[in-house]
């Protein structure tokens, strides 16, 4: 495996973007450069062990401890809670280090982390009901509205299904998507979250996956109508405004960047990270692997054929590509959300392109990389073909979906109405 020391381009992964995330306001915090350290030190302890959490269907309790002790799941949790405030710009630098280990891990702790900065938008005394007992406490999630709530006095009752909760098994409570009853006779409900702490739900292991398997995306049971009180509640257009509820108590910036210009950053970090990985793979590996058989130039090692080195530099290109991306449209919603700016439609729609383009070349990358190693990708303890089903999974998440997003930016080009959330 290459790493910084024998990539002679991976010194240059970090992007130096100025940005308002970049820098803690809390005092005693450690430095961004110390906490991607700690990433870096990960990275072959995840590597080792990625293999089997991809058995395992799920981020092991140790590898969770380890990121707990890092501070990871701190970076963007309220400094009233122990948090560290960190943006989302120095969150890219967190998670796509990880990923290079492993990218079911990586997504794990990507999941964990931005959701510490989604329970920070809610109203406050849902803030102390996850985290005055436990400050360590993490929220795993489903977002896609899976029931519709009963609106009782006090709160409201739910029950059902909701699938796709990511690091559910090391979560203490869960964020879940609902409908909410029209509040005017004649309106449509509304869509929103709820939380839910674990004494409230159910795992249902459904897990089984060709890609992202370590994950353990299950699904989150409840089965008869449990009360939660409304304080838990957050719309998804309180989520997606410049002004959520818990911005009056949590004052930093960060926590008024809208849902869609935030929490897509916490999928795409991890294919980029893991398309570096593969880069760096491809590295190691194309310098010692001799080819064998009835071949063009057999016996020549895989670094000597000019379609390896085009495919190499084209993979580095498009990480690169994807990195910058990302850190731009990243770090511009930070300094509009410092400078008190409304995050425009403009600028959303673009965020949303983005989010899906950098995916789609981080995949394409891993394409690249996977396309150059042959039969010895195929093995199931070769990291490359991991590589290459873990971006090809995250790759069509609907958040990221190419197809989907780039018919709601081309309807937005065209000047039509926008079909998609943004």
């Known amino acids: 495996m290459t790493d910084a020391a024998t990539n002679p381009l991976a010194q240059l992964n970090h992007v130096d973007i100025p940005a308002p995330g970049r820098k803690s306001p809390v005092m005693g915090a450690p430095s961004i450069e110390k906490i991607v350290a700690s990433a870096s030190e990960l990275v072959p302890v995840l590597r080792a062990r990625a293999q089997r959490t991809e058995q395992d269907r799920r981020v092991s309790e140790e590898t969770t401890r380890a990121f707990h002790d890092a501070g990871f799941f701190k970076l963007m949790q309220p400094a009233r809670y122990g948090g560290f405030e960190y943006g989302f710009t120095a969150f890219i630098d967190v998670v796509s280090e990880l990923a290079r280990g492993c990218t079911s891990s990586a997504w794990g702790c990507s999941l964990g982390a931005i959701h510490q900065w989604l ?46 909760a990511s690091n559910v098994d090391n979560s203490q409570w869960a964020l879940l998507g609902v409908q909410f009853p029209p509040e005017e006779k004649g309106a449509a409900p509304t869509a929103g979250f709820l939380l839910a702490p674990r004494s409230d739900w159910s795992i249902e292991d459904n897990w089984h996956v060709a890609g992202q398997a370590g994950t353990g995306s299950k699904a989150i049971v409840i089965d008869k109508p449990t009360f939660i009180p409304g304080h838990r509640k957050l719309t998804f257009a309180q989520a997606s405004s410049n002004n959520p509820p818990g911005a009056a108590v949590n004052t930093n910036p960060i926590y008024r960047i ?56 084209e993979a580095s290109a498009s990480v690169d590509a994807a990195r910058l991306l990302l850190y731009r449209d990243t770090a511009q919603v930070e300094q509009m959300a410092a400078d008190g700016h409304v995050i425009s439609i403009q600028q959303r729609i673009r965020n949303r392109r983005d989010h899906a383009f950098a995916a789609r070349l981080s995949r394409d990358a891993v394409e690249a990389v996977f396309a150059s190693v042959g039969g010895a990708g195929l093995a199931l303890d070769q990291p490359i073909q991991r590589m290459w089903r873990d971006t090809n999974a995250i790759s069509r998440h609907i958040s990221l979906n190419w197809d989907a997003v780039s018919s709601m930016v081309g309807q937005y080009l065209l000047g039509l109405e926008p079909k998609g959330q943004y």
Do not use: N
Not at 261 to 267: E, F, I, M, R
């Open 119 to 164: 329970v920070a938008t809610f109203p406050e005394q849902a803030q102390d009901d996850v985290w005055r007992e436990d400050p360590s406490a993490i929220v795993c999630g489903s977002y896609a509205p899976a029931t519709m709530a009963e609106k009782v006095d006090g709160g409201y009752l739910v029950h059902g299904k909701w699938l796709f």
């Open 258 to 313: 809208p849902f869609l210009s935030a929490v897509p950053v916490c999928l795409v970090s991890p294919i980029i990270g893991t398309a570096q990985g593969a880069v760096d793979e491809l590295i190691g590996l194309a310098g010692s692997r001799v080819t064998r058989g009835a071949v063009a130039g057999g016996g020549s090692r895989l670094s000597e054929f000019f379609p390896v080195q085009s495919r190499l530099a």
